[in-house]
């Protein structure tokens, strides 16, 4: 059974930082694609970034861009998200996903139950 | 970027009826090489993560009801719920992956009427 579970979300303040982690079971990590959606509170899906199975390629929303960056240990069957320079804007449920295969360019085929991130002074 | 609409916000359907959602691509997500679409549709209910329905605009990932049918081609999408049921009350995605970013629609919001 695929299982992601996701940690490191918690309150951090304006202009701080935070490293989410994702912990990937039930399947052959290295062979997938891996992605971060968030959904701020009562709002939609945003696509927050992806990198390939070998981790060699990261793709970044223009909102995320030069402030987070995702990363992967394939001998740990762990995704990462390093967040910094965070603002209001990004308090959100942030979900680590898999994609359905080596490339970006699938569907995202399973969720984890996300991880709550806020931003607040 | 590609932008993704959808219509309509939200709508309510009588249990057994057909419930229609429509997306709409800004440019075409038929990738002419495989002649696929690049298009999924999600599920999400209250307090859950997004399931995936829908890949390639039109193929069923396993385990989701038969009701759930996704068409159309190039720029203009619909998933169809062919007879609602109580547990399809959810917001429904549509989100293109043939280019960065991989965007999503804003989302279809089913009830009960």
């Known amino acids: 059974e695929v299982q992601l579970v996701e940690s490191g979300g918690g309150l951090v303040q304006p202009g701080g930082s935070l490293r989410l982690s994702c912990a990937a079971s039930?399947?052959?990590?290295?062979?997938?694609?891996m992605t971060w959606v968030r959904q701020a509170p009562g709002k939609g899906l945003e696509w927050v970034s992806t990198?390939?199975?070998?981790?060699?390629?990261?793709y970044y929303a223009d909102s995320v861009k030069g402030r987070f960056t995702i990363s992967r240990d394939n001998s740990k069957n762990t995704l990462y998200l390093q967040m910094n320079s965070l603002g209001v804007e990004d308090t959100a449920i942030y979900y680590c996903?898999?994609?359905?295969?080596?490339?970006?360019?699938?569907?995202?085929?399973?969720w984890g139950q996300g991880t709550l991130v806020t931003v607040s002074s | 970027d590609i932008v993704m609409t959808q219509s309509p916000d939200s709508l309510a359907v009588s249990l057994g009826e057909r419930a229609t959602i429509n997306c709409k691509s800004s440019?075409?997500?038929?990738?002419?090489?495989?002649?696929?679409?690049?298009l999924a549709w999600y599920q999400q209910k209250p307090g859950q993560p997004p399931r995936l329905l829908i890949y390639?605009?039109?193929t069923r990932e396993s385990g989701v009801p038969d009701r759930f049918s996704g068409s159309g081609s190039g720029t203009d999408f619909t998933l169809t719920i062919s007879s609602l049921q109580a547990e399809d009350v959810a917001v429904y995605y549509c989100?293109?992956?043939?280019?960065?970013?991989?965007?999503f629609g804003p989302g279809t919001k089913v009830d009960i009427k």
């Open positions: 996903a898999r994609t359905a295969g080596g490339s970006g360019y699938l569907p995202v085929d399973y």
């Open positions: 440019q075409s997500v038929l990738y002419s090489s495989n002649n696929k679409n690049y």
């Open positions: 039930g399947f052959t990590f290295s062979s997938c694609a």
């Open positions: 990198i390939s199975d070998n981790g060699i390629n990261t």
């Open positions: 390639w605009a039109s």
């Open positions: 989100q293109q992956y043939y280019s960065l970013p991989f965007i």
